[in-house]
Structures are given as structure tokens and as C-alpha cells.
């Protein structure tokens, strides 16, 4: 058997998977996650094979929603990435597979092709939003918000996680990971705003 | 300590306890915390502060912040040396150094002031008229050299800049009276509010002898930013310009940091996307223009006031104030408490009313009806000539000339309102002849003008008009909380009338612009030679054209083209007010768009495994890949052909994760991808590949690749490394919005699958030597086939396709365990002499193998006919992207450029890459064709090359020259199949 | 910089977007019996008109969908913006 690994590997030295910790903004890789990329134009067949082996809803547009250890983030109209433990991918995989084998479904393993970065602190919205247009407050941002968008002239899924602590995760594509980490340790280093709104 | 003469003793915003000490051309000097550049070098004494553009003038202080068109400096040396500052805005540091621009050694001598001498000689369009003949390009570097400005750093600036995105829903520019009346109704109201205001601190131009809601203006300031700043909803921004406003209402802001808690970042650009906006961004007043209306100590009467209330300088000893309107009452009251003799109100009005009666009885000298006909002086004004206005138009009455001797001259023609965002905003405004000054008029609903910005020059008024607007801007963005009532201050006087320009002057010396060195005589002349147009003259006096953008210029300019054309000012129009509203510096635009950052690259799993074994990494389409493997500091060149031998005799790894690989599929997914390509792929077997080319309509190829089967509705389509995205898009374009009722499901996985290709006569060898289930013999899996299976224990697709010409694995495995296979195949490949090769290597393989590759061998014009695939399309009846264009006569021309092989005669000649094919070596005349790729072949012991060349299938064996730089070679063109035409190697 | 209102994601700025040209238009065919000239409207000749002017966008970096947006090409007003499905009120046109 081959080693593997995470797609943010070559970027994390001794096993640390913290890239910038200050005061008040801290940036870890997150690890042991699992990413399959869901496609169907048949909502209801998905919906019924994800109720049975995740117990997840379909989430409205630009949100999440999450179960135990899963979560499930609207993408695009025919689109979602279920977040799930890496161990569970497999069998995920395939058990959603064989429930939509009678309707076009694509149920694609994402894992090694996705790099999540969470941020976390009151700085968040100051450090993202010198290289993001979306307003990411956390009151226009809320908990259960995910949103597609441009962050560091890259392509991201951003996705607030939790109400508490305030963090904002960061999901890009794997090719894109140094240029995340690297921009993002350089944007953390600007001196903070003012505490504002 | 010396200095600082003209320093008062008391008063003023400065602090005392902090001196600072700053150079000036060369000269040491000292002011105080608080000061800017321009009262320091006034407390100093400087009065010449600049040299003019044109004629070298000396030059003063005129205004006292960002309306200043004078003192103009390039601030310290090195990497940080910024040009074209406004002393009036500098805010002053310990061991600041600056000096003037636009002259030599200095502003006090300059060695260009004889220029001077030649005014009579350069009037408008001077340089036009001039310099015609033989080019004006042959005289510019020289003119610019004589007139230029300051100069730009050679080297990278090592400022950080950053950039700022935010929302909200009332802007409010301006922090004067208006701005901060503004910013409180809103927050109370409950909007997210944002205040930007560029001087260092908020006020504007509050004096300090003002009381507001019963207490010191001040104080009352104070305690609305304090208020301000602790709002949850409210954003204080000082030191912030609103230079610009955008599509959608996008204002963009320049922040200026102040260290040192800035931390090295310098600037901060803001885009805010407001969803209302309040202009209070105040007004600026207007010069008079009348002959030597330029010579240092000549202000404007707000200036100086400015200087003497807030930065406690006396601009002067003794002042004469000329004034069209009552503000300027308020400037010699305030000079006089400084302690500067007004030696007379010059007031343009006949009856100037109650502001005069109050002056008089305060013991100051007001004479009415007068106007200013010449400034006397050399270095500095020494007197004023004034005459009473006649009964004549144009004329003054007989014997009532006067001199009056002063060394400060205050001017006030008025003030004009600073409404660039609105007229930005499309906002249209209209001509109050009343106010002389133009207005906000209709508008877009969102903008909301304030104070002085919409004319209204009294305190009482910027209050109650700003809470007004601020009230108004948060209920539109339905924010409707109680916002309390306005403050109040008292009743104040603030009536003006229209008073441009002097008419009996000598109008060649008569000043209109004075940082573009444009007179009334120059615009005379141009409304002489029929300009009429106000864009027209303009751009030929160059009026407003300066940094300053005409800030104090263009409504006199204005003015007295309506007087010159006997129209009216709302007749002539207005110019553009294009942003920005102040400079911005290019850092600022750049943001932290520099350096590693210029433009993302993306990485592949292997990445790190590349750059530990001597990779040497270059950008390819985006992508950050090996261009070859250094190894033990071999020559470039060598460490290529040991690259290409491995590949040849034995066998090699490839990285090719960036290869884009796109999922296709769904019941119609053969239909479609059948339109897709070129190439039919309807008829495409289970387990096969395709190589197709894919088209845009207008049938020229856009990318090429392999179309792979994996199930009767499954296809795994293959990319170029930079046409992944693109071709994705392409395919969801199409699906979306021509076909929707094609039932096929796209999925770009680029990312999610590494890519690694084992090509050479021993590949099938090495991977016989992994685990594998996969049937590895030629006739159970043939080249252009696709298996899937295991390979060590884990899923992989592998596909036998390459770029090489050589028997080829592309062994597609999951990104995460791509390193570890790659470092698999070197161990047990390592008796074979497996060796990494890269992109440099790569290139040369697949040129002497004869494979085009797209976008280097085609350009834009390339059609599938011209790289020798046209027979194709009559065997394929369906249609396809791009099929009607190649049905054009277009694409059937004879003489088109197309994809040829060209061998030059000396062998050991490597032809330059875009060099052009000729017919004929002595004319040298017409192209016909260029090389696009070429390379030494060690494989077939020459060199050999690619080609774009009209006509070029039909002239197989024909002889042509080969043209580069000065150099000819003789060449031939030949088929591309050089190596193994047959296959062999590559079906083995 | 446009802010445009994605009928799926909301209100976004522009660089997320793509503009695809003025709908509708439509594609001719089968080729053989297309005209040279029915050919040539459809790759080169729009209506570019001054005023408001329907057309598509994607929205790119965001939910990926193709959409209509009726826009003035004179103050880049943007009068609604709905889904390539939906049918759009004349009176918008």
C-alpha cells in the first residue's frame, strides 16, 4: 500500500497544521476530513438516499447543513459537497452510488482535491475582506452560511461553521493551497482595523 | 531654538512639547507635532515654496490642504521617495526631508527661472505650434525634462499596501460640521455607517472660536467622534480620501496610514459598496484672477486664516483682504487676532452689508466696490494696486486707483462646492448665479449633498443640513431608529457674489491656472483661433489639466470663457470630473497584487518532491512545473538530453497532474461530447480513447486531447494543462444555454486525481513490477485504451496515451498518493534508469515526433484542416461546435497557413523559434510563415522544426529560407512524421 | 465595478461574473442549411443598442449558472436579472 496524504501536506512541518497564531487570528490546516461532490438533477432520490445513510436535509442555497460529523454545503442548483470523516468516504461513496444507480448521479470523491483552511478570531472578516467582496460579518455571514466566491484571486468555498467561536473555513482547491497559506499568513500580518460593526 | 519666527506664541492644534526637526531643499529646519509641511515652512519663513510648471515662477503658498496648486514636493530619497506631494498635506515627522519639484538647485534660485523672460513667447499651444517639425516626438524627452514634475523611485517600494473590501449602508464623506452631523443621524438611526474624512483629524473647517449646542466646536467634535467610534455600527476612517465613485455606488477610498502603528503598510484602498451616500465634502475657495495675481504671499483667505487658527503661524505682517463675499470677514478677524495688521477689506461688493458694518466697528478698513487691477512685487507681493469699479463695464473710475502695501494678500472670489463624487455618481448640476457656484442639481436618489458641497457655506446651515442628509440616508436604508434632533450653532452671515476675474489687467500675467502656468491671456487666445468648446480649450490651454485636476482653476476658467464668448456659465458647460478626486499612489492600486502574489500559481501533488531533487520550477499556463531536473549541477542543456535519452532507451516519469481531466456523464453524454469535439465520438468503444481536437464556432481549434470511455455514459475527457477551466466552463456554457435538454452531468476532478506518465521502451516493464490487476500485454490493453483497477493496493485509472511518441502509462491515481507512487516507480525503475524528466523535455519529444501542440503550433486563425486533420469532417455527418465556419471559402483557401515540418539544411542549425519562412532571401519581403517550435534531435542526429507555412501540406520538399534577426538559413519543408512514423514504439 | 444581482446567490460584484453577449440569439442549423450570410449574423452581428439591452452572465465564482440580466448599456443600470428558464415581462425589454 502506498502513503498518503492530505493536500495540504507539503505545507505543514512537524506535523503542526497551524499557520499563523496570533493574538487574535489563528489559521489551521483542517485534517481527517472526507469530500464527495454530489450531482443530480433528481433532488428528491438524493434527498431520500442522503436521509438514509447520513440523516442530512438538502440545505437551502448558500447554506449548510450538518449532522453529527457530516455536513452538507449547497454548491449550485444541481450541486453539493457532503463533509464527512475520511475514514467513512468509501463506503459513503459507495452506499449513495448504489442508491442512485437508477438516476443520473454523480457521486465523486473530492477528498485529495479539496484543501479546507479554518480561520479563527475577531480579525476573520478584516483578513478576508481585503481579498474577498462578499460582506463576511458576522451578521451578514451568520453561522450555517456557506457561499461560493473569489478569495485571493482563487476560486473558495467559504462556510462559517459555528456561532462560537468565530471562524470561517476556507475551502480551495488543492493546486491552490500554498498560494492560500502563503497569502494569508501575509494578510494576517497587516496591522488590525479598528474594532467595527 | 532658532527658527520659527512667525510661529505665535499661543494657540493653534500643534503640540508644543513635540519639535520636530525636517530638511527643505537642503536646508534644516524645525516645526512642531501637528504641523503640516506648509505651516512649518511657513513658521520658518519660506515663502517660495515651488517653481511653476511652464515659466518657472516662483511660487507660494496659495492654499492650506489639498486644493494647493504650488508647493509641490518629492518627499525623501531611495525606494521611498514619493513625488508630487502637497506640502499642505504632509504632515510633518522628525527628520522629514523634501524639496521642490520643477526646478534647480532649488526653489529659491532656480536655474530655469530666466525662462520667465520668454512668457510673452510661449502662449497656449505653444509647444504644438512649435515643435511640428520634423516630429514632436524628436523635442519631447526634452520638454518633459524642463517642465516635468518630481521624479519616480527606481526602485521597488518596500511599503506594504493593502486592500479593503466593505459594505454598509450610509457613506458619509466629509468629517466637517455637515459630515459629522451626517454620521451621527445615521448611526443613531441604526445604519452601518462609515465616515471617511482625509485630514488627520475630524473637524473640518470648524474654527475653534464656534460653539455648537452650547459648547466649544471643538469639544463638540470631540464628543462626536467619541460617540462615533464606540458605536457598534459606526467606522471612524481619517486620513481617507473618497477619490472615486463607480459603477453601482463603489467608492473607492485611500487610506493613508500614520506610523508608526502601521506597521509598514503604508496605504489602505477601500472599495465600499454604499448603499446611500452623504457628499459633505465641504468646498473650496476660488483665487481672483487679476495681473501678478501668482507672486508669493498672495492666499487664499481661508489658508490663510487656516494657518493662523490651526497651525498658529502668522502668514504675515500686514494684510490686505480682497473678497467678493463675507467669509473672508472671518479671515481678517481671525489674522488680526494674530497679530497681523489689516491694512484694509477689499470687498468687490458696492454695498457689502452687515459683515462690513461689523468689521468697520471693530476698527478695520473696508472699502467697497474696489477690485484688485495688479499685484506689485518680485520675490513676494509688496503691494496691491485696487480701483474702484466704474460705471463702464471693464472700466475703473478715474483717479480711483490706490496702492495699498502689504506682504499678505488674502483673495477670496468665492467658494466653490466639492461635488466630484456626485457628478461621478452622474449627479447633474446646475449654475446658482447667486451663490456663484455650481450645485448639486437632479441626481441619483442614493446621493444625499451636504453643507458647504451643497453651497450652503453658513455652520447653522452644514448642521442642520447634514443631520438632515444623515437622517434621510439611513431611512432609505431603512434604517429608523429616533436619531434625536440636529445640533445647533448661531446664525452666521455667509452671502457672496460673483466676482472672477479683474477686467482691466494685463491678462498674459493674469492667472487662471496656476500649476499648469495658464493666464486669461491664454484662454483669450483660445477662444481667439475659434475653441470653442470648453473640452477643447481645455486640453489646448491645458487649464485644470494639472495634478491639482483645476481644483481652484476651473470655475474661474469657466468664468471667463462665458465673459469671452458672451454666453453664460450654465451655456458653457462644465468639464468632467473624473477620478480621482486627489492622487492616488500606484502602490495603493496595486495593492498587494506584487511579487509572489502578482497572479496566483498553482502547485501539483508533487510540488515538494520536485523541488527537493533540483527541479527547476517556471509558470506553464498557470502552474508551477518542472521545467527539467538540475541533478548534480549539470549544464541546462545536458541534463534535457539525459531527460530525452531516459525517455528513448529506457524510460521516464512525467508529472502531468495539471492535465485537465473532466468527467462526463448522463444518457446523452455521447451526443454531446460528439458536439463537442471534432472528432466523432459517438462510435468511441468502451474502454477506448480518442484523440480529438475541440473547436470554438468559429472553427478555429481551441484545445486537443483524449477522449476516454469508461462506460457506455461515462467519459473521462482529457485537457490541456491550461484549458481545464476553460474547456469545463465551455462544456457547462453549452449544456446551460444551447442544449438543456441534453440529461449529462460535467465534473471537472483535475485536482482530485495526480497524474503521472511512464513512457519509454521499458515502461510496461517498471509497472510490471507494481501490484497491479490491470492487464498490463499490448493486445489485452492497446495504446489508446483506458483500465481501471488497482496498482499497490489502490484505485487508479490508467490510460495508454503520451505525448513522447514512446509505449506510455498514464496512470491516473488519487492526488493524496501521488508522491509516494512517483517515488515507487523511481526505486524499483531504478536498475532500468528511470529518470523524471520535465516540461523542457517533454517539448522536444513530442517535436521530434511531429506532435502539434495547441496554441504553440496553431494560433488563432488554426482550423482542423490546417494541421492536416480536414479529411475528418466528411466522414463525420453530425454537426459540432465550429462546423458551419469550416464550410467558409475562408477555410478553404489554398494559400492558409498550415502545420509543417521544417528541417534546416545544416543539421546542426537549431532554426529560432518565431523566425519567418521566405521565399526569396534577398527580398526579404513577405512572410510566408514562421516557426513555432524547434529543437536538436539527438534521436534522429538533427535538428529539426515545426511550422506554420502558407500552403505548406502541398509543399512537401520544397526549399525555403529561414529569416531571423539579420540571419538566413536555408531549409526545407518536410513531413512532420520523423520519428518512429510508423508507431511502433508507440503501440508496442 | 457592476454589483449584479445572481438569481440563485444574491447581490455580487462583478469580478465573479462573466458576460456571455446579448440574448437571445439564436444558433442556425443544420449547418448544410445555413447561408454564408445567416452564418455570419450569428457569429459577428449584435443589436448593441444604446439603452437597455437583455443579455447573459455567469456567475462564475459562485453558483455557476448562466442567467439573464437586462442592463442599460448607457448608466450600466441593471433592471432585473433572472434565470435562463424564466420567461422575462416584456415590459423589462
Known amino acids: ?197 | 531654538m532658532k527658527g520659527n519666527e512667525w510661529r505665535l506664541a499661543n494657540g493653534g492644534r500643534i503640540d508644543r512639547t513635540r519639535p520636530l526637526a525636517f530638511e527643505f531643499d537642503g536646508e534644516r529646519y524645525w516645526g512642531f507635532a501637528g504641523d503640516t509641511l506648509a505651516s512649518a515652512l511657513l513658521a520658518n519663513g519660506v515663502r517660495i515654496v515651488g517653481r511653476s510648471f511652464k515659466l518657472h515662477r516662483p511660487r507660494g503658498l496659495v492654499g492650506a490642504w489639498c486644493e494647493e496648486p504650488n508647493g509641490i514636493v518629492q518627499l525623501g530619497d531611495g525606494a521611498r521617495t514619493t513625488p508630487n506631494l502637497k506640502a499642505t498635506q504632509v504632515e510633518l515627522r522628525d527628520g522629514l526631508s523634501a524639496r521642490s519639484v520643477n526646478c534647480w538647485p532649488n526653489a529659491r534660485s532656480d536655474a530655469f527661472a530666466p525662462l520667465q523672460l520668454l512668457g510673452r513667447l510661449m502662449p497656449a499651444g505653444f509647444y504644438y505650434k512649435t515643435f511640428m517639425w520634423p516630429s514632436w516626438h524628436m523635442f519631447e524627452p526634452a520638454i518633459r525634462r524642463a517642465a516635468g514634475l518630481g521624479t519616480a523611485p527606481r526602485e521597488p517600494d518596500p511599503d506594504r499596501y493593502e486592500e479593503r473590501h466593505e459594505q454598509c449602508d450610509v457613506l458619509v464623506v466629509g468629517g466637517g460640521p455637515a459630515g459629522l452631523a451626517a454620521a451621527l443621524a445615521a448611526t443613531r438611526a441604526g445604519a452601518r455607517v462609515i465616515l471617511a474624512d482625509d485630514r488627520p483629524a475630524l473637524g473640518g473647517a470648524l474654527q475653534e472660536t464656534k460653539r455648537i449646542d452650547g459648547a466649544a466646536a471643538l469639544a463638540w467634535t470631540a464628543a462626536v467622534e467619541r460617540e462615533l467610534r464606540t458605536a457598534p455600527n459606526a467606522r471612524v476612517l481619517t486620513r481617507t480620501t473618497a477619490f472615486g465613485c463607480y459603477d453601482h455606488n463603489l467608492i473607492a477610498l485611500s487610506e493613508k496610514l500614520s506610523e508608526p502603528e502601521s506597521a509598514g503598510l503604508r496605504e489602505r484602498l477601500w472599495h465600499v459598496r454604499a448603499a446611500e451616500v452623504v457628499v459633505a465634502a465641504g468646498a473650496i475657495e476660488r483665487p481672483i484672477v487679476f495681473a501678478d495675481n501668482d507672486l508669493p504671499g498672495i492666499m487664499l483667505a481661508s489658508a490663510a486664516m487656516t494657518y493662523a487658527a490651526q497651525y498658529a503661524v502668522r502668514p504675515g505682517r500686514r494684510a490686505v483682504i480682497v473678497t467678493s463675499g463675507d467669509s473672508a470677514y472671518e479671515a481678517a478677524s481671525t489674522l488680526q487676532t494674530a497679530g497681523v495688521e489689516i491694512a484694509a477689506i477689499v470687498d468687490t461688493r458696492a454695498e457689502p452689508g452687515e459683515a462690513a458694518s461689523l468689521a468697520r466697528s471693530a476698527g478695520i478698513r473696508v472699502m467697497a466696490g474696489y477690485y484688485p487691477v495688479r499685484a506689485h512685487g518680485g520675490r513676494a507681493v509688496k503691494a496691491i494696486e485696487i480701483g474702484q469699479i466704474g460705471a463702464a463695464a471693464g472700466r475703473i473710475n478715474e483717479g480711483s486707483a490706490r496702492r495699498l502695501e502689504c506682504d499678505l494678500l488674502c483673495v477670496s472670489g468665492g467658494w466653490t462646492p466639492s461635488v466630484h463624487l456626485f457628478s461621478q455618481a452622474k449627479g447633474q448640476l446646475r449654475y446658482d448665479p447667486e451663490r456663484a457656484a455650481l450645485l448639486p442639481g437632479p441626481g441619483p436618489k442614493s446621493f444625499h449633498c451636504a453643507g458647504a458641497a451643497a453651497g450652503n457655506l453658513a455652520l447653522h446651515h452644514c448642521l442642520t443640513d447634514g443631520f438632515a442628509a444623515g437622517r434621510e440616508a439611513a431611512k432609505a436604508a431603512q434604517a429608523t431608529r429616533d436619531a434625536g434632533r440636529s445640533p445647533t450653532t448661531d446664525v452666521e452671515l455667509a452671502a457672496t457674489t460673483a466676482f472672477w476675474a479683474s477686467p482691466q489687467s494685463s491678462h498674459r500675467k493674469a492667472w487662471v491656472d496656476f500649476q499648469n502656468d495658464v493666464t486669461r491671456g491664454d484662454l483669450e487666445l483660445a477662444v481667439r483661433e475659434n475653441l470653442r468648446s470648453v473640452e477643447h480649450v481645455k486640453r489646448y490651454t491645458t487649464t485644470g489639466m494639472a495634478v491639482d485636476q483645476g481644483k481652484t482653476s476651473n470655475m474661474n476658467a469657466l468664468a471667463i470663457l462665458a465673459e469671452l464668448t458672451g454666453t453664460s456659465i450654465p451655456q458653457v458647460g462644465n468639464t468632467t470630473f473624473r477620478p480621482p478626486y486627489d492622487p492616488v499612489t500606484l502602490g495603493s492600486l496595486a495593492g498587494r497584487h506584487v511579487g509572489a502574489f502578482y497572479h496566483p500559481l498553482r502547485r501539483t501533488p508533487l510540488d515538494r518532491w520536485h523541488a527537493a531533487h533540483g527541479a527547476v520550477l517556471e509558470d506553464f499556463g498557470g502552474w508551477l512545473r518542472p521545467a527539467w531536473y538540475a541533478g548534480e549541477r549539470r549544464h541546462r542543456d545536458d541534463c534535457i538530453r539525459a531527460e530525452k535519452r531516459a525517455t528513448r532507451t529506457a524510460v521516464s516519469l512525467f508529472d502531468g497532474s495539471p492535465l485537465g481531466k473532466i468527467e462526463v456523464r448522463g444518457p446523452d453524454a455521447a451526443v454531446f461530447l460528439n458536439r463537442m469535439y471534432y472528432n466523432g465520438m459517438k462510435t468511441l468503444a468502451v474502454g477506448r480513447g480518442r484523440y480529438g481536437l475541440m473547436l470554438n464556432e468559429h472553427g478555429i481549434i481551441i484545445d486537443d486531447g483524449v477522449c476516454l470511455r469508461l462506460a457506455e455514459d461515462h467519459f473521462l475527457v482529457s485537457t490541456t494543462s491550461g484549458g481545464a477551466g476553460r474547456i469545463f466552463a465551455g462544456f457547462e456554457e453549452w449544456l446551460q444555454c444551447e442544449w438543456p435538454d441534453l440529461t449529462v452531468l460535467v465534473t471537472n476532478v483535475t485536482s482530485a486525481w495526480g497524474n503521472i506518465a511512464v513512457a519509454g521502451p521499458r515502461a510496461r516493464e517498471l509497472l510490471e513490477r507494481l501490484e497491479t490487476d490491470i492487464d498490463l500485454e499490448p493486445d489485452a490493453f492497446p495504446h489508446l485504451s483506458i483500465r481501471c483497477g488497482r496498482l499497490e493496493g489502490v484505485p487508479v485509472r490508467i490510460a495508454r496515451v503520451g505525448f513522447t511518441g514512446e509505449l506510455s502509462f498514464e496512470i491516473n491515481i488519487p492526488a493524496g498518493y501521488t508522491t509516494a507512487l512517483w517515488e515507487r516507480l523511481l526505486a524499483k525503475g531504478a536498475d532500468l534508469g528511470v529518470l523524471p524528466i520535465g516540461i523542457e523535455a517533454l517539448q522536444e519529444l513530442r517535436t521530434e515526433k511531429g506532435y502539434l501542440h495547441v496554441g504553440t503550433d496553431t494560433d488563432g486563425r488554426s482550423i482542423p484542416a490546417d494541421v492536416g486533420m480536414g479529411a475528418l469532417l466528411a466522414k463525420k455527418s453530425d454537426d459540432f461546435v465550429g462546423r458551419r465556419s469550416l464550410e467558409r471559402s475562408d477555410a478553404k483557401r489554398p494559400d492558409r497557413l498550415q502545420f509543417v515540418g521544417l528541417e534546416a539544411q545544416d543539421p546542426g542549425t537549431v532554426l529560432p523559434v518565431g523566425a519567418h519562412v521566405i521565399a526569396d532571401a534577398t527580398t526579404r519581403n513577405a512572410s510566408q510563415g514562421y516557426v513555432t517550435s524547434s529543437c536538436m534531435s539527438e534521436a534522429l542526429g538533427r535538428s529539426v522544426a515545426l511550422g506554420l507555412v502558407q500552403a505548406g501540406q502541398a509543399r512537401t520538399g520544397e526549399a525555403v529560407h529561414v529569416y531571423s534577426s539579420g540571419r538566413t538559413f536555408p531549409a526545407r519543408i518536410v513531413s512532420p512524421r520523423w520519428y518512429d512514423p510508423e508507431g511502433h514504439r508507440l503501440n508496442a | ?93
Request: contains cysteine; hydrophobic residues 40%.
Open chain 3, 1 to 93: 465595478m457592476l454589483q449584479i444581482t445572481c438569481p440563485c446567490c444574491g447581490p455580487r460584484d462583478e469580478p465573479e461574473f462573466r458576460w456571455g453577449g446579448e440574448v437571445p440569439l439564436v444558433r442556425p442549423g443544420p449547418p448544410e442549411q445555413v447561408s454564408d450570410e445567416a452564418w455570419a449574423e450569428y457569429l459577428f452581428t449584435r443589436d448593441n443598442p444604446k439603452g437597455f439591452v437583455r443579455e447573459r452572465w455567469l456567475h462564475a465564482l459562485g453558483c455557476r449558472q448562466w442567467f439573464v440580466v437586462v442592463r442599460s448599456t448607457v448608466t450600466h443600470e441593471i433592471r432585473a436579472t433572472t434565470r435562463l428558464t424564466d420567461t422575462l415581462p416584456e415590459a423589462l425589454t
Open chain 1, 1 to 197: 500500500m502506498l502513503e498518503h496524504q492530505q493536500p495540504f501536506a507539503p505545507l505543514i512541518q512537524g506535523g503542526d497544521t497551524t499557520f499563523v497564531a496570533m493574538s487574535d487570528i489563528q489559521m489551521t490546516w483542517l485534517s481527517g476530513w472526507g469530500f464527495l461532490l454530489l450531482q443530480s438533477p433528481s433532488e428528491s432520490a438524493l434527498q431520500d438516499a442522503l436521509m438514509s445513510h447520513t440523516g442530512l436535509r438538502l440545505p437551502a442555497p448558500q447554506t449548510v447543513s450538518t449532522r453529527g460529523d457530516y455536513a452538507l454545503l449547497w454548491l449550485t442548483p444541481k450541486e453539493w459537497l457532503l463533509a464527512a470523516p475520511a475514514s467513512e468516504t468509501e463506503s459513503l461513496q459507495a452506499a449513495l452510488t448504489r442508491q442512485m444507480a437508477t438516476c443520473l448521479a454523480a457521486v465523486i470523491d473530492m477528498s485529495d482535491a479539496l484543501a479546507v483552511c479554518e480561520l479563527s478570531g475577531t480579525r476573520c472578516a478584516d483578513v478576508l475582506m481585503s481579498g474577498c467582496t462578499l460582506d463576511l460579518h458576522a451578521d451578514t455571514f451568520p453561522s450555517g452560511r456557506c457561499s461560493r466566491t473569489g478569495l485571493a484571486d482563487i476560486p473558495a468555498i467559504l462556510w462559517n461553521p459555528a456561532r462560537e467561536p468565530r471562524a470561517v473555513r476556507c475551502i480551495v482547491d488543492r493546486s491552490h493551497a500554498r498560494h492560500l497559506r502563503d497569502w494569508l499568513a501575509d494578510a494576517a500580518g497587516c496591522p488590525g482595523l479598528p474594532p467595527a460593526q
